[in-house]
């Protein structure tokens, strides 16, 4: 098969171009940065984000919502060249976020199909979250997200919750794949005891400590707010001593949670027991996992996150907020769940997870291992991903 997909940096496109690749498909990517620059089999093509041409003229145009529109209109028609060079079979479209260089909005308004969406937490998420008073939502960047779907035939997500936000932006039914991104579980696994201590000494954690990890991105919309306050509270009651991770990375431009973080924790008295952690390669991200006792997922709100699933492969202990578009999942029935932007409850989570016996524990936790492998593996989500794309052939 001939797919057009189209992406960003990042390793969710990556992953699934060479799940495509591995399966004999021929793959062009459409995004900013060529993440297989030394594949030369053939069958992979990296093509650059596509800027509207003309740029003296738009200079000569006193209005900027009329050069706004033509740049639009040219980008349609760039769009719609590339996808009549390169004919692919299906068009599959990584992030819809409504910015004005996505190219899902460009295939779906010049009618390029059969076109296939691959919608993320953060495409919708942002057009119902609660705004910042003096906030409001780009009104043109939700109208290109509408469109987008609109015009889709397949829309992939990974949490039920996102059937009615995505029906609500195209208002009308909608073709939809639950596909949550499937991970290699040969590779997210438990990993021996010395990796952990290796990555406590990095840290200065001793190795009798329990290491709490607020695993998801930097930014407020990821509650390390509320899991600062509850691990402040929790403290005192903790049978042993303890320290909380977080993960710095995929922070916006202008955000400063690290260090309103890191304030806040000298407010309480707690900076010592505070760590923070770099961004590190995808490779190396099972060695966080395996240094967590306990592994945090506090959003506001939230798609179904892939952390679920890395965490549930390394046989990690799990508190998250519950959220509607974790109900119905094995997160549900195997993480301890507590109220969404409550720090009292979470604080209780903590204490009973971290205070409690081990006993049973491992044979439990190697259970719900077996559920992700049967469920969840990468080879079954490649499997769903070309199914869907052959029902279009």
Partial sequence: ?????????????????????????????????NPLPNEVNGRFQWISPIHPRGVGIYGKI??????????????????????????????HANWIDGSVSN??????????????????????????????????????KRYRTAMALKHADAVIVDAADMYEKCESLAQKS????????GIDTDHFRPMDVEVARRYRRKLKISDTAKVIVSIRATGRRYGHHYVLEAFARAVPKLHEEAVLVFRDYNAPADDASIAELKSRAEELGILNRIRVVE????????????????????PVMDAFPVTFIEAAACCRRVVS????????TFAEQCFRMVKPEDSA?????????????????????????????????????????????????
């Fill in 174 to 181: 909608l073709r939809f794949e639950m596909m949550p991104l």
């Fill in 103 to 140: 190219p899902s909005y460009y295939f779906a308004i010049t009618r390029c199909k059969p076109l296939v969406l691959n919608v993320w937490g953060t495409d919708v998420n942002q057009y119902f979250e609660p705004t910042d008073d003096g906030v409001r939502i780009d009104k043109r």
């Fill in 321 to 328: 907020c519950s959220l509607p578009a974790y109900r119905g």
């Fill in 62 to 91: 006193p209005s900027r919502s009329l050069v706004n529109r033509l740049k639009e209109a040219t980008r349609a028609v760039q769009h719609k060249a590339l996808f009549q060079k390169i004919k692919p079979q299906v068009i």
């Fill in 1 to 33: 098969m001939r797919i057009l997909m189209t992406g960003l940096d990042s390793i969710h496109t990556t992953r699934q171009v060479k799940w495509l690749l591995d399966r004999d498909c021929k793959v062009s990517l459409l995004s900013p940065v």
């Fill in 345 to 393: 409850d979470l604080c209780e989570g903590l204490v009973d997870e971290l205070n409690r016996s081990d006993s049973g524990e491992d044979e439990r936790l190697t259970e719900i291992r077996r559920r992700i492998e049967s469920e969840f593996s990468e080879n079954v989500s490649a499997q769903k991903l070309i199914s869907l794309y052959q029902s279009f052939l």
């Fill in 279 to 298: 961004s590190v390669p995808y490779e190396q991200l099972r060695e966080i996992y395996a240094l967590a006792d306990l592994i945090v997922n506090y």
